[in-house]
């Protein structure tokens, strides 16, 4: 399991972005976090076109399907569908890794229950603004 943000652990961080202008105020080499919505569309389009690797927050496996065809290299879960999506990941061989949200380590354990690829906690992730 991988994890991101442990307190124990040093690990990369996420950078959340909600316009291709943030994706300037991040490190070269940074994974941009972006919600999987229509809107984000251009964001999603924008990263794959200039090879920066990202990650998508997916709610439904048929999201988790879209987004590992447009070659996010993590797809975050909640606790609620986890499961469903690491089950999808693991029949389609996904090269994309299903990661947990998780705020502490009980809710670890419970992604570790479900098998999860990885999981990421909020110290992780950063939001960056325009």
Same mark, same amino acid.
């Given at each position: 399991m991988i994890l991101f943000?442990?307190? +124990?652990?040093?690990?990369?961080?996420? $950078?959340?972005?909600?316009? %291709? *202008?943030a994706i300037?105020? &991040?490190?070269?080499n940074a994974v941009i976090a972006v919600v999987f919505e229509e809107q984000n569309?251009? %964001?999603i &389009?924008?990263? !794959?076109?200039?090879? %920066? !690797?990202?990650a998508l927050y997916v709610t439904t496996p048929i999201e988790a399907v879209l987004g590992e065809n447009l070659r996010a290299a993590y797809l975050i879960v909640d606790a609620k569908n986890g499961s469903e999506i690491q089950k999808? /990941?693991?029949? $389609? +061989?996904? *090269? /994309? @890794?299903?990661?947990g $949200?998780?705020? *502490?380590?009980?809710?670890?354990?419970?992604l570790i229950?479900? !098998?999860? *690829?990885? /999981?990421?906690?909020s110290e992780a992730v950063i @939001? %960056? &603004?325009s």
């Amino acid at each position: 399991m991988i994890l991101f943000g442990h307190p +124990l652990l040093s690990s990369e961080c996420f $950078y959340h972005v909600e316009s %291709i *202008d943030a994706i300037i105020h &991040t490190p070269s080499n940074a994974v941009i976090a972006v919600v999987f919505e229509e809107q984000n569309m251009d %964001i999603i &389009t924008h990263l !794959r076109l200039n090879s %920066i !690797r990202f990650a998508l927050y997916v709610t439904t496996p048929i999201e988790a399907v879209l987004g590992e065809n447009l070659r996010a290299a993590y797809l975050i879960v909640d606790a609620k569908n986890g499961s469903e999506i690491q089950k999808v /990941a693991e029949h $389609y +061989l996904f *090269d /994309a @890794k299903v990661i947990g $949200y998780c705020e *502490d380590e009980e809710s670890l354990e419970e992604l570790i229950e479900m !098998r999860l *690829d990885g /999981a990421i906690f909020s110290e992780a992730v950063i @939001k %960056i &603004t325009s």
